[in-house]
């Protein structure tokens, strides 16, 4: 079993910046894959970031050049900066977690953007 546990959201500004954290506890040893998703109202959830075991990155084409998705091993915790946020930016966003086949989902942290 993982546990996922996300933190950083809030409220902001257009243009402005947050850093989403995940910070993973439990059986984590055999992680494949990590990720960010997101889910605004009305719309599906959707992956917008990602990272292998050997640190490499995947984003949607939404998010990239403004977003970038990084972990600490250490401290068992992954990242996301997000800058120059949009109002469409505004979603639940969720931590991810695959292992061995099994998915993992953290409870979800809102981000909201508006002036």
């Known amino acids: 079993q993982v546990q996922l546990v996300e933190s950083g959201g809030g409220l902001v500004q257009p243009g402005g910046s947050l850093r989403l954290s995940c910070a993973a506890s439990?059986?984590?040893?055999?992680?494949?894959?990590m990720g960010w998703y997101r889910q605004a109202p009305g719309k599906p959830r959707e992956l917008i970031a990602g990272?292998?075991?050997?640190?490499?990155?995947n984003y949607a084409d939404s998010v990239k050049g403004r977003f970038t998705i990084s972990r600490d091993k250490s401290k068992r915790t992954v990242y996301m900066q997000m800058k120059s946020l949009k109002p469409d930016d505004t979603a639940v966003y969720y931590c991810?977690?695959?292992?061995?086949?099994?998915?993992?989902w953290g409870q979800g942290t809102q981000v909201t953007v508006s002036s």
């Open positions: 991810y977690a695959a292992q061995n086949g099994y998915d993992y």
């Open positions: 439990g059986s984590i040893f055999s992680i494949n894959y």
């Open positions: 990272i292998t075991n050997s640190d490499t990155t």
